[in-house]
Structures are given as C-alpha cells and as structure tokens.
C-alpha cells in the first residue's frame, strides 16, 4: 500500500515537506514547487506548469490552491485533494499549537525579530517565483510586454486583478501574444 | 510545583468579544470570504472579520495575521485555523479551515477536468497563455509592494539577504529547505545582533 511508486503518497510526501519549509506563503513557494513538478519529478511540462498557475490565480480562493491542480494532473481527483491537504494540514495544526503557546507565555519580543528577519526572505522567494514564472510564460516580447503593462497597471491603480487577467486572456485569443 | 505563569507576568487583558460565532457561521463566513477572493484572500479575511462581522479589532487582526505570516505555510490557511480556535477551540478552527478550502477546491477541481479534457484545443492555450503573462505581472506589482518599505528605510542588509535568496532559488536553483536552512539562522542572527545593538 505505501510503495514508494505510488504517485499519491509521493504528492502528500512533497507537499507536506514543502509546507513546513513555506515561509513567505503559497507564492513564495513556487520556485520549489516548479523545481519539484518539472525538474525533478517530471510530473509536467513548464508549459503545464504554467498553465497550472494561470488557472489557479483565475479561481477564488487562497492561492495555494495551485498544488490542487498539480495533484489532480499526477493523480486525479484523489491527488488534488492529497495534495492540497497535504500542503494545508501540517502548517495548519503548527499555527493552531503556536498561537495557543504564544497566548499563554508573557509577550516576549522575539516573535516580532523573527518576523522582521524573515520579511526579506520572503521576499526574495516571490522574487525568484516571479522570475521562473516569467521565463516559462513570457516566451515572446509581446508576451513580456504584457506581463510588464499588467504589473505597472496592478501597481500604480486599484483596479481589480480580475480585469487585468481578463485584458490578458483577450489578447491571447486573439493571437496577440 | 511553580504556578503556571511566573508571578511577574502581566495578565494580558481579556477583551470580551461581542458574540462569539458559531461553528455553522466561522464556516459560511470563511467560504464567504474565499470566494470573493480572487488573487488573495486576504483583502477579504481583513473586510470580513473586521468590518462586517466585527470579530476583531483591526489592531487584534493585524497581530493574528503577523503571527501567521511568520509561521511557514499558506498564511491565510494559517489565519482561518488561528481565528476560529480563538472562538470555539479546534473545531472551530477545522470549520473555518473547511469554510476556506472546500468551497473553492471543488471548483478548482472543476477547472482542473476541463482542463485535463480540453487543454489541448488551440484555443484555450492561447487564452491560458494570455492570463499566465497578466498574472506573472500581478505577481510582480505584490512583490515590488512588498520590496518598497525595505527600499525606503534603506535597509541593506535586508535587500543583501532578499537578493542572495532570490539568486540562489531563482538564478540557481538551489533545492528551499538547502537555502532556508542556510538563510534562516543567518538572518536571524543579524536581526538579533542589530536589535541588541539598537537598544545598548
């Protein structure tokens, strides 16, 4: 039953390691999540993976919801649910014990020089996510130009994210892109 | 033995909370607000506990969501099991954690046939490869969000440890847990030497 082959057992195995090593959140951890999915595993191509990611950001919900779709394309729909609560569950009992730890000792003040030291990791991963997102979508300077116009509009305006991802499904019907 | 806390200790004060909500409504509020959610739930969580169903304070919220954006793991996923054990203990916190993925992982799962089915047809990988570009961007427009306080408050150390970080996932590669393991106690340590200095 728990053979090392079993494509499922190695989807709760990946994510349930990758969600203790997520520091930054769901987006910091895509680089990992590519480098396992298509480097290492090859469970998809990086145009899959891309792909993945686009339909993950055009569904509601959390955005860790990406691993969803990789472990419904490894192994259907028992994959997708493996994979996400493999991704959700450890973190989440991990949060449930530190905030009952934390509310019972006296308030110290190391929760907030971890958090202080961690903020420029967690950056740096959504930068290297942005990165090999970048090159596995922006395959052409038409695509790039898009990429670069959505972000300066998402930035410098409150308009709703919908719309941009929207604007950039038209242009790729269209051929444009 | 020795009392649980040490007699020092201040009591932090305990808010009364209005009404505490109810497993059935820690669950339709955290679906709710998961829907809504499109790119990040979070702007949402913030408009939901706070405004509407006023559970939290924003100053009690942005503590709860400091805490879990520390902790490893998808924050919001985090900050659902926080809050609802806050109220009604751990089954509270398996509400509002089902509340905030089962809703939209049943329609994740739904894009994710239709893809399996259709993704081949020209179409639609044009479409997709439009919206992947747009949401590389988004991406991008949250990281420069995220990098402005570090460039005003010109704190080089923490571009130094940001760019190493970005370099060694995204230039070369390196496996996560190799550079966490690496990068966490390094900077760690920085931040404890500077506060130490900062208060001597």
Redesign the interface.
């Known amino acids: 039953m728990n053979s090392e082959n079993d494509p499922v057992w190695a989807l709760v195995w990946t994510f349930g390691?990758?969600?203790?090593?997520?520091?930054?959140?769901?987006?910091a951890?895509i680089?990992?999540m590519h480098?396992v999915a298509v480097?290492v595993q090859h469970w998809m191509s990086d145009k899959?993976f891309?792909?993945?990611?686009?339909?993950?950001?055009?569904?509601?919900?959390?955005?860790?919801?990406i691993v969803?779709?990789i472990g419904?394309?490894v192994a259907g729909?028992l994959g997708?649910?493996a994979a996400?609560l493999a991704?959700?569950v450890?973190?989440?009992?991990?949060?449930?014990w530190?905030?009952?730890v934390?509310?019972?000792s006296?308030?110290s003040?190391w929760?907030?020089?971890?958090?202080?030291?961690?903020?420029?990791?967690?950056?740096?991963?959504?930068?290297?996510?942005?990165?090999?997102?970048?090159l596995?979508?922006?395959r052409t300077w038409a695509?790039?130009f898009?990429?670069?116009?959505?972000?300066?509009?998402?930035?410098a305006t409150r308009l709703?994210?919908?719309w941009?991802?929207l604007?950039?499904?038209?242009?790729?019907?269209a051929?444009?892109? | 033995m020795s009392p649980?806390?040490?007699p020092a200790?201040?009591a932090?004060p305990e808010l009364p909370t209005p009404v505490p909500p109810s497993l059935i409504a820690l669950f339709v509020a955290f679906a709710k607000m998961?829907?809504?959610?499109?790119?990040?739930?979070l702007v949402w969580a913030r408009r939901g506990i706070v405004d509407q169903h006023r559970w939290m304070t924003a100053e009690e919220f942005n503590e709860?969501f400091?805490?879990?954006?520390?902790?490893?793991?998808?924050?919001?996923?985090?900050l659902?099991?926080?809050f609802g054990?806050?109220f009604r203990g751990?089954l509270g916190?398996m509400a509002a954690?089902a509340g905030?993925?089962g809703?939209?992982?049943v329609?994740?799962?739904v894009?994710?046939?239709l893809?399996?089915r259709f993704?081949e047809i020209d179409?639609l990988?044009?479409?997709?490869?439009?919206?992947?570009?747009?949401?590389?961007?988004?991406?991008?427009?949250?990281?420069?969000?995220?990098?402005m306080p570090?460039i005003k408050r010109r704190?080089w150390?923490?571009?130094a440890?940001?760019?190493?970080?970005?370099v060694a996932?995204?230039?070369l590669?390196f496996?996560?847990?190799a550079v966490?393991l690496a990068?966490?106690p390094l900077?760690?340590g920085?931040?404890?030497a500077m506060?130490r200095k900062a208060s001597a």
């Not at chain 1, 450890?90 to 449930?96: D, K, N, R």
């Not at chain 2, 439009?130 to 988004?138: F, N, Q, T």
């Not at chain 2, 440890?161 to 970005?166: D, E, L, N, P, W």
């Open positions: 390691l990758m969600s203790l090593f997520a520091v930054g959140g769901a987006n951890a680089p990992e480098r480097e899959q891309s792909d993945v990611f686009a339909i993950s950001q055009l569904s509601p919900g959390p955005n860790v919801l969803t779709l419904y394309s729909i997708a649910l996400t991704m959700c450890p973190t989440a009992v991990l949060a449930y530190v905030s009952h934390l509310r019972r006296t308030q003040r929760p907030s020089i971890i958090q202080a030291a961690l903020v420029p990791l967690s950056i740096g991963l959504m930068g290297a996510s942005a990165l090999i997102l970048a596995t979508s922006d695509a790039a898009v990429t670069v116009a959505a972000a300066a509009l998402a930035f709703h994210p919908l941009l991802l604007g950039g499904g038209i242009l790729g019907f051929g444009l892109i | 649980d806390s040490p200790a201040v932090a998961s829907l809504a959610g499109f790119g990040g739930v709860t400091a805490l879990c954006h520390f902790l490893p793991g998808p924050n919001v996923v985090n659902s099991v926080v054990s806050r751990p916190g954690f905030l993925l809703p939209p992982v329609i994740v799962t894009l994710a046939v893809y399996a993704g179409a990988r044009r479409i997709l490869a439009g919206i992947s570009c747009a949401a590389v961007g988004l991406l991008m427009s949250a990281l420069f969000r995220m990098m570090l704190d150390t923490g571009i440890i940001m760019a190493a970080v970005f996932i995204g230039v590669r496996p996560l847990a966490l990068s966490i900077s760690i920085i931040s404890f506060a």
